[in-house]
């Protein structure tokens, strides 16, 4: 694949290729190759190892410490209807963040070297490899040196009893989110919700990529103002 004078090999570890796209990188990635294959992103094993993972991972290492952050906050006094409107809270927290961090990091403008490889491996390769199932959910290892900022955010704001429960909410809804996103790419829904939501999403890798940035729901992008326009809706005019 040629952009910019530079070839891509697809068959080659992509991640050090990527940077030298310069500012045909934008129009690259945002054309999609759909399979369910995993690209091979660095040469060293280990290392592309850690980029690997399956769905499954994220509940089984984040749920027991959503509860762990829950109990903390019921131990510190808080009854569980204190506890449960902590949780819903840190839930709408995190739609308000996963719209924000989409549209406003994961779509950024880059050029350079170094700037189209970290949205590569940020964002960029979802886009380049929408059905990756290996590399749809956020790897483990990067969302808890992440969880670590995050909780000292909600600490400057909330009490330090209601902090825990907070962020056990945050963390719930990012769960949430990547169960979902992984639904809608590799899911069959049959529910109307589910079906609109995929509808919604796919919208995005294939048609509209500068609107519908959210994931779980479409709220903030109504809110916002970048709620596309449906096909039909698009004919009609």
Not at 94 to 104: D, G, K, N
Not at 212 to 233: C, M, N
Request: hydrophobic fraction near 45%; charge should be positive; glycine fraction near 6%.
């Amino acid at each position: 694949m040629v952009a910019n004078g530079y070839t891509v090999d697809l068959n080659k570890p992509l991640v050090a290729q990527v940077g030298h796209l310069g500012e045909s990188y934008q129009e690259w990635v945002h054309k999609p190759i759909v399979t369910k294959e995993s690209p091979r992103f660095f040469e060293n094993d280990v290392v592309e190892f850690l980029t690997l993972n399956d769905w499954w991972v994220i509940p089984l290492i984040w749920f027991p410490v959503v509860c762990w952050f829950e109990f903390k906050s019921f131990w510190m006094g808080h009854d569980l209807p204190q506890i449960a409107l902590m949780v819903v809270s840190g839930i709408l927290i995190w739609t308000l963040m996963e719209y924000t961090l989409h549209r406003f990091l994961f779509h950024i403008k880059t050029k350079g070297y170094w700037t189209n490889t970290l949205h590569y491996l940020l964002h960029g390769c979802h886009h380049k490899h929408p059905q990756d199932a290996l590399r749809l959910v956020f790897p483990p290892a990067a969302a808890a040196i992440l969880l670590v900022p995050l909780y000292n955010l909600v600490k400057l704001a909330a009490t330090p009893s209601t902090t825990p429960g907070l962020v056990g909410g945050v963390l719930f809804g990012y769960v949430c989110y990547d169960m979902t996103h992984y639904y809608l790419h590799h899911g069959q829904p049959t529910s109307k919700v589910p079906r609109y939501l995929k509808r919604y999403h796919l919208n995005h890798h294939f048609r509209i990529q500068t609107m519908g940035f959210g994931i779980t729901s479409s709220f903030w992008d109504r809110v916002f103002g970048t709620l596309p326009e449906t096909k039909s809706a698009a004919k009609s005019r």
